[in-house]
T-cell receptor
Framework: DGGITQSPKYLFRKEGQNVTLSCEQN?????MYWYRQDPGQGLRLIYY???????QKGDIAEGYSVSREKKESFPLTVTSAQKNPTAFYLC?????????????FGSGTRLTVV | QQQVKQSPQSLIVQKGGISIINCAYE??????FPWYQQFPGKGPALLIAIRPDVSEKKEGRFTISFNKSAKQFSLHIMDSQPGDSATYFCAASTNTGNQFYFGTGTSLTVIP
């Protein structure tokens, strides 16, 4: 089955630690996205990538970093510079050239600072 | 600045009733308006979408109404069921845009 796989489902981070969230897709989509979801604030864009080896900052990129070395993979690193990282993180992909113009989302990673 | 404004924030409806969620936008370049449904602990899933060349689109119990002149669109859920209880997000995008702009979400509870 085609889809997006996010791992881990739950992640705990200690103060001052960097953590990396995995996102893999087998949909052959060119574009991939990372969103952060907080209660009452909807989905806020962190980073997005339209093609391999290229990515752009979204609205809340500070304290985060990404890479896009393969079309299928778009990992997100939450660095120690992100002061309030506890949130639900969603990865999405999009096939802009296909009939389904919308996003496909993964099932999310819940990150908690301990 | 919120590109897409969504209301209400929460909604409680009796089983069998009609649920209505509204969204408004300012950017007239938007040309694709999807609605997403999200259950707790899951990622959002595309529910239904519309383009501005039509005023209404229906898929089963779900209908999008689109008012281009008012720059508003809404989701109507007919014969609401407890299984429809979820958070609903509206969104908008341009044909050449790189991203979707999401509303802040509506938490729908359907009471049996």
């Amino acid at each position: 089955d085609g889809g997006i796989t996010q791992s881990p489902k739950y992640l705990f981070r200690k103060e001052g630690q960097n953590v990396t969230l995995s996102c893999e897709q087998n949909l052959n989509h060119d574009a991939m996205y990372w969103y952060r979801q907080d209660p009452g604030q909807g989905l806020r864009l962190i980073y997005y990538s339209q093609i391999v080896n290229d990515f752009q900052k979204g609205d809340i990129a500070e304290g985060y970093s990404v890479s896009r070395e393969k079309k299928e993979s778009f990992p997100l690193t939450v660095t120690s510079a992100q002061k309030n990282p506890t949130a639900f993180y969603l990865c999405a992909s999009r096939d802009r050239g296909g009939p389904n113009y919308g996003y496909t989302f993964g099932s999310g990673t819940r990150l908690t600072v301990v | 600045q919120q590109q897409v404004k969504q209301s209400p924030q929460s909604l409680i409806v009796q089983k069998g009733g009609i649920s209505i969620i509204n969204c408004a936008y300012e950017n007239t370049a938007f040309d694709y308006f999807p609605w997403y449904q999200q259950f707790p602990g899951k990622g959002p899933a595309l529910l239904i979408a519309i383009r501005p060349d039509v005023s209404e689109k229906k898929e089963g119990r779900f209908t999008i109404s689109f008012n281009k002149s008012a720059k508003q669109f809404s989701l109507h859920i007919m014969d609401s069921q407890p299984g429809d209880s979820a958070t609903y997000f509206c969104a908008a995008s341009t044909n050449t845009g790189n991203q979707f702009y999401f509303g802040t979400g509506t938490s729908l509870t359907v009471i049996p």
